[in-house]
């Protein structure tokens, strides 16, 4: 089958309490991609996530995994997709290991070996009870839970926020073996930006309701670039760039940032500001912020 495993479509979705969150998104993962989504607190990654997998109705629009519609997910469905929730609970009398046994009897193709050895490596105590784990301890056994079963789609909801540099660091290489070896699809929703760099082959930046950018990332770290200007006299304190997402002025320097840098713009503000202007490459945490005005 060929088909993005997850296609979302025209999605609207508002509380009462706190008015639109999704404003019309259209997002796909293609198959056997990692895609990022970036976007700041309460910009509705969450919501997003848990309308995918038809644990929210939105109030318009589509959400299919697998071609079916996520409200009509069933049992076929549902076992070839893992899923890390912001927010973990385990049955309190088990043990780690009698957790992951437990889960493993709902999937035929639930890989235990695989599960002890990783739970081991990230220096989980199988022994240990689930209701006296850390939050990071909870946090690697939420995703054991949803790997063990070598899903085709997995879908993360800020799985690494409470992980420490090492649990991150080995969590990450678990997650790009497995994509390797398994071909397989990954909506990764985190705001730890660096992480997504070292997984991630697509970026989608939910903003202000909708998807504002969603394409490869090395296609967004060659568009979105940072011009240094520097004049041969003073600049003007406002400069009129319409390409720039944001600008910032001292006497002869001028920061400016743009959506897609070229040869034809930077000659056309050389000229136009009687300046000399130098490219600067940027991270994705740096395009983040520029693109919110941080």
Known sequence: MSESPVVLSGLH???????????GVDLE?????????????????????????????????????FGVESRELAGPEKSRLGYVPQN???YPWMSVEETLDYTGTFY????????????R????????????LSKGQAQMLSILLAIGHEPELLILDEPAASLDPAARRNFLAALVS?????????LFSTHITSDLERVADRVAVLQNGRVGFDGELDELKERVKRVRLIGSSPLPRSLRIPEAISVRVRVKEALVSV??????????????????????????????LEIHHV
């Open 13 to 23: 979705k508002s509380y009462r309490s706190g008015g639109a969150v999704l404003e």
């Open 29 to 65: 993962v293609p198959r056997g991609s990692v895609v990022g989504l970036l976007g700041r607190n309460g910009a509705g990654k969450s919501t997003l996530i848990k309308c995918s997998l038809g644990l929210l109705h939105p109030d318009q629009g589509s959400c299919c995994i």
């Open 88 to 90: 973990i609970e385990f």
């Open 108 to 119: 035929p193709t639930w890989n235990s070996h695989y599960v002890k050895e990783t739970a």
């Open 121 to 132: 490596e990230w220096g989980l105590d199988l022994e240990q009870s689930a209701r006296k």
């Open 178 to 186: 497995m994509v390797t070896d398994l071909d397989q699809s990954v």
């Open 259 to 288: 959506t897609d840098c070229n040869d034809a713009l930077l000659s056309r503000l050389e000229r136009e500001f009687q300046a000399k202007a130098d490219v600067q490459d940027l991270s994705l945490e740096d395009i983040f």
